[in-house]
C-alpha cells in the first residue's frame, strides 16, 4: 500500500521515524510533516497566511503548517497519487478521551477522514526514553492492510499503547474516556508593565472505567477507538425539541 505519515511532533520526532523505518519494507512510505513542533494544535488549518513547503529527502518533505495541513497538502497537491491511508504519529504521550479534542496527531487522522482516505492516529504512553514503539509497529505490520479494508466512510481510528515492550501485548476496543483538567494560568510581568501567560495546572485526572482507552492502556493493553467524525449528539439535540415545542 502507499502509506501517508504525518504527526504533531515534527519531522525530527523518533515516533514518526519508527514507522517509517517499520512500515517501509512492506509499503510505499512517504512523510509530510510540520518542520517543528505542532503539539496541541487540534484542527488548526492555515488559512490567511502561505504554507512553505519543501522536500528535505526521498519521500520526505516537510511544511510550516499544522498536522491538518500536512494531510491537505499531501491529498491536494503535494503527492501525485491519492495514499491508500494516512497514519499519524506515532505521538509522544497518549491521546486519551478528551485529549482527542486538543490533538493534532487526532487532527491529521481526522483531516484524511474528512477527505475520504483512511486515518489512524498513533499515540504511545510515554514522554521520556526509552520508547517501545514496537508493540504498535508489530499491530500494524500484522492488520494494516485488513484495516484499510475494512474502513468505512465517517470515522477515524485512535490507538493507543502503554509504554512496554511485551511481545504479546492484547489489543482491546474501547470508547473513549472523560479526561478531568484542572488548567490554570501562570503571569509574569516585564519590567514595562506587559503581561505574558504559561498554561499551568495540576496533573489530569482520569477516571479508571472499564471499556474506555485509559483503562485497556493503564491495564498494559493496546486501545482501539472508532472516532466518529459527526459531533452531534443525538439524545441532547431530542431534549432541546421538546423545550421548543412545548413553548408553542
Known amino acids: ?36 513542533e505542532r503539539s496541541g494544535m487540534s ?19 516537510v511544511s510550516s503548517g499544522s498536522p491538518a495541513d500536512c494531510v491537505i497538502l499531501g491529498l491536494l497537491t503535494a503527492l501525485d497519487f491519492c495514499p491508500d491511508v494516512v497514519l499519524s504519529g506515532i505521538n509522544i504521550g497518549p491521546n486519551l478521551g478528551s485529549d482527542i479534542v486538543f490533538s493534532g496527531t487526532a487532527a491529521a487522522a481526522r483531516q484524511a477522514a474528512f477527505m475520504g482516505v483512511p486515518g489512524i492516529a498513533l499515540s504511545l504512553d510515554g514522554f521520556s526514553p526509552p520508547f517501545h514503539f514496537e ?38 476496543v474501547t470508547s473513549p474516556c472523560v479526561r478531568v483538567y484542572h488548567d490554570a494560568l501562570a503571569e509574569f510581568s516585564t519590567p514595562i508593565g506587559d503581561k505574558y501567560f504559561f498554561m499551568n495546572g495540576k496533573p489530569v485526572e482520569t477516571d479508571l472505567v472499564p471499556g474506555t482507552d485509559w483503562y485497556a492502556v493503564s491495564h498494559g493493553a493496546i486501545s482501539l477507538s472508532a472516532i466518529q467524525l459527526n459531533p452531534v449528539s443525538h439524545e441532547h439535540a431530542k431534549a432541546y425539541e421538546q423545550l421548543l415545542l412545548a413553548r408553542r
Do not use: C
Open 43 to 61: 484542527h488548526y488549518i492555515t488559512l490567511r497566511e502561505p504554507m512553505k513547503f519543501r522536500r528535505v529527502g526521498e519521500r520526505r518533505y
Open 1 to 36: 500500500m502507499k502509506v501517508l505519515l504525518t504527526n504533531d511532533d515534527g519531522i525530527n520526532s523518533p515516533g514518526i521515524e519508527a514507522l517509517y523505518n517499520g512500515l517501509s519494507a512492506e509499503h510505499e512510505v512517504w512523510i509530510l510533516a510540520p518542520d517543528g
Open 135 to 172: 508493540p504498535l509497529l508489530r499491530l500494524l505490520r500484522e492488520r494494516l492492510t485488513e484495516f484499510v479494508e475494512r474502513w468505512g466512510q465517517g470515522y477515524f481510528l485512535n490507538i493507543n499503547s502503554p509504554n512496554l515492550s511485551e511481545h504479546d501485548m492484547p489489543v482491546e
